[in-house]
């Protein structure tokens, strides 16, 4: 179809023609102003990789080897549990894991027995968090801690033993075969404890579990604690093709008779590490801003700088015809070309390196060493490849800067054509 003709106004094809003509009249000038947006689109762009790949990587640590997709917890617990109390244990969790096994959506659930304690090797004693695991077809149908072991075996149906955090491993320098004593108080308040040997280290990247936390049995832990068949929370793990939403919906519904226990995802059980990532996703954002807004100002003044030079210019394409809305599509057009190639240029490299570090990744440990970068990360991670973020970014770009010329475009068009060619 062919384009129609507004008296006054360029046809679109000409006026993007036009454009970039006058772009590539002083190119020096152009591609300077390109060049500090491309700047900032790179570092826009890199930096939704970086936290994205950050966040994606912290989220399936923190549900493979902490809080499952949900917990179900007994009425009273969930705002005890920093506390590890045993006031208000689920008492009978298999009961509850009957009532919910047909739920659409559910991968797997097992019971756990969360509880503080300390360990000691008899020179040293330091507090860390104790948990009770199901080892025969439950804890590894939720959880996987089997393939975090990074030195001797997972727990065995029927053995004594635990699993220790390669960390506090580094702390009592003890290794595989080694005995370590727990010591706990029970649901009585009476402390017991226990010597077992150690017959595997996890690493999981996730400081909690690494650093403080060591997995025994279920049934020895229910022992140590005076537990009987008791446990603090039901772990459940989601199918990879339920929806969260809707899984937790039919959970909730098929538990919503039953006021003696209530059901939290692995967000509420996170609030605290949720409302870290929403900081930083702020404080990204404003730094990014800052830059978008560098760019901004330096193709306002780009455009600016053009419509003085051109006066003369303006006037004869007034003279001629041209209405003051043709003058100023034709200078926005110029700052959404200007935006687009700055822009195209950011963008492609940041494809780069962002395609490099999702294939090969970053070693933090080699950046951080053993320094707390708050996210639960194991090692090595990789940036996030984000289709749906590039290109609209990309064209955001184009159009921002299309709004910055639009001060100097509209400058431009209220010009009176008469003085504007005897301007010198």
Known sequence: MPEQTIPGVLKFTTLFKLAWRNLARNKKRTWISAITVAFAVFLLQLSYAMLVGLEDQSFDNLINYQTAHAKLYAAG????????????????????????????????????LSFSGQLSNGVDLISCFGMGIKVD???????KMSDAIVAGTYLQPEEEGMLLGSGLADFFEVAVGDWLTVLA??????????????????????????????????????????????????AIRFSQSAGEAATMARIKSAIQADERVEVKSWQEVEEDFMTLVETKRMSSTIMLGLFVL?????????????????????????????????????????????????????TG??????GYFSVNGIDLAAMYGDLDTGYPIRDIFYMA?????????????????????????ARASRQDPAEALRYV
């Open 185 to 234: 108080k029970n649901k009585n308040g009476a402390y017991e404890a226990l010597d077992l040997p150690i017959v595997g280290l996890v690493g999981t990247g996730n400081p909690l579990i690494d650093q403080n936390t060591f997995m025994m049995p279920l049934a020895t832990a229910r022992y140590m604690l005076d537990m009987d068949a008791e446990a603090t929370e039901l």
């Open 385 to 409: 490849m984000a289709p749906g973020f590039i290109i609209p970014a990309w064209l955001a770009t184009g159009l921002l800067a299309a709004l910055a010329s639009f001060y100097p475009a």
């Open 137 to 143: 077809d439950g804890d590894d149908t939720v959880f």
């Open 294 to 346: 560098i760019a901004i100002v330096g193709i306002t003044n780009t455009i600016l700088m053009a419509a003085f030079e051109r006066t003369r210019e303006i006037g004869t394409l007034m003279a001629i015809g041209l209405r003051g809305r043709g003058i100023r599509h034709l200078f926005m057009a110029e700052g959404a070309l200007m935006g687009l190639l700055g822009g195209a240029v950011g």
């Open 349 to 354: 490299v940041a494809l780069l390196v962002i």
């Open 77 to 112: 617990y969930f705002e005890e549990r920093e506390d590890f109390s045993l006031d208000f244990p689920l008492s009978n969790p298999e009961d509850v894991q009957a009532r919910i096994r047909d739920v659409a959506g559910i991968a797997g659930a097992s019971p756990r």
